[in-house]
């Protein structure tokens, strides 16, 4: 009974396990096809008009000056949001760099100094999928990741608590991929840490 309960939320975890990245891939494509060429487009549009009136005042060319400011800021986050909703960010870009990107305009920094080698795809979409949804659960929080021959160690403040239910879905899906996942709390620090099980 008990092992056809663990097998039923096995199949449980891995169904949203894939409902997510079908979902990831959709708003990837939307953002890499059809948001962020229509934002090329209005940059392209704006240069005309800017060219055009080369004559304008200096208030109606600061204004321009102001809306090319905002569109290229925006092309910068739309590009950033669609990497990191990417299911597929490291196979995209490489691990570390996948990492940075997700981590990028969060309070999380990132120390790549030996990370491991030959990591099969799965494993480091996971690792990229682990830091993604702490993220997402501890905005704002002051990160610190450390990827190491072995796999990743991720320090948060000690008032960063993962809750029972998130805390077993991500260990499910890590053992999925053959990694292993553990949770730390103490009154210093939050510590987890996602390893491939081989020796550092």
């Known amino acids: 009974m008990e092992s056809e309960a663990r097998t039923h939320a096995a199949g449980a975890a891995e169904g949203q396990q894939a409902l997510r990245r079908i979902e990831r891939q959709r708003v990837s494509r939307i953002l890499h096809d059809?948001?962020?060429?229509?934002?090329?487009?209005?940059?392209?549009?704006?240069?005309?008009?800017?060219?055009?009136?080369?004559?304008?005042?200096?208030?109606?060319?600061?204004?321009?000056?102001?809306?090319?400011?905002?569109?290229?800021?925006?092309?910068?986050?739309?590009?950033?949001?669609?990497?990191?909703?990417?299911?597929?960010?490291?196979?995209?870009?490489?691990?570390?760099?996948?990492?940075?990107?997700?981590?990028?305009?969060?309070?999380?920094?990132?120390?790549f100094p030996a990370g491991p080698a030959g990591l099969p795809a799965a494993q480091a979409e996971m690792l990229c999928l682990t830091v993604r949804d702490l993220l997402l659960a501890w905005p704002g929080r002051a990160l610190r990741l450390e990827v190491t021959p072995s796999g990743l160690l991720l320090t948060a403040p000690p008032d960063c608590r993962l809750p029972a239910a998130p805390r077993l879905a991500l260990e499910?899906?890590?053992?999925?991929?053959?990694?292993?996942?553990?949770?730390?709390?103490?009154?210093?620090?939050?510590?987890v840490s996602l390893t491939t099980g081989r020796a550092n």
């Open 34 to 111: 059809e948001v962020g060429p229509s934002l090329c487009s209005a940059g392209l549009m704006l240069g005309l008009v800017e060219a055009a009136g080369a004559a304008l005042d200096a208030e109606s060319r600061g204004l321009l000056d102001s809306i090319r400011s905002a569109l290229e800021s925006t092309v910068d986050s739309v590009r950033r949001l669609s990497y990191q909703s990417d299911p597929d960010i490291a196979a995209r870009c490489g691990l570390e760099s996948a990492l940075h990107f997700l981590a990028a305009g969060e309070n999380a920094t990132i120390s």
């Open 172 to 191: 499910q899906a890590a053992a999925g991929a053959g990694l292993v996942f553990s949770c730390s709390e103490s009154a210093e620090a939050t510590t």
